[in-house]
Nanobody
Framework: QVQLVESGGGLVQPGGSLRLSCTAS????????MGWYRQAPGKQREMVAT???????VYAESVKGRFTCSRNNAKNTVNLQMNSLKPEDTAVYYC???????WGQGTQVTVSS
C-alpha cells in the first residue's frame, strides 16, 4: 500500500510564503496524477491543485497565480509552493493520489497576523 507523508505546514503572516512537500512510498509514483486538497474548519474538502506525470497542472481559481505545484518523479515528491498567502488559505492541506482512496495525514497551514 502506497503511503503519503506531508510536511512543511505552519503559521505564517498574511502575504507570506510556505512550501509543502509530499513524499510517496513505493515505486510507481511517476504514473500517478497527484493532487493537493485542503479542508478548512466547517467546510468541505476542496481541490487546490493537481499535477500529471509530465507536469501539467490544474489549479483552483482561488489560488491561481499564487500557488505553484511541482513534482520530482525521481524523488517521489510533489510540492506546493504557496505565495501571497491569505487568511482564507488557512486549512489542513492533504496530498492525494487521484483516482484512489490514498491520502496523506494532512499538514496544518495557518495564515494569521
Amino acid at each position: 500500500q502506497v503511503q503519503l507523508v506531508e510536511s512543511g505546514g505552519g503559521l505564517v503572516q498574511p502575504g507570506g510564503s510556505l512550501r509543502l512537500s509530499c513524499t510517496a512510498s513505493g515505486s510507481s509514483f511517476s504514473v500517478y496524477v497527484m493532487g493537493w486538497y485542503r479542508q478548512a474548519p466547517g467546510k468541505q474538502r476542496e481541490m487546490v491543485a493537481t499535477i500529471r506525470s509530465g507536469g501539467d497542472t490544474v489549479y483552483a481559481e482561488s489560488v491561481k497565480g499564487r500557488f505553484t505545484c511541482s513534482r520530482n518523479n525521481a524523488k517521489n515528491t510533489v510540492n506546493l509552493q504557496m505565495n501571497s498567502l491569505k487568511p482564507e488559505d488557512t486549512a489542513v492541506y492533504y496530498c492525494h493520489i487521484w483516482g484512489t482512496t490514498i491520502w496523506g495525514q494532512g499538514t496544518q497551514v495557518t495564515v494569521s497576523s
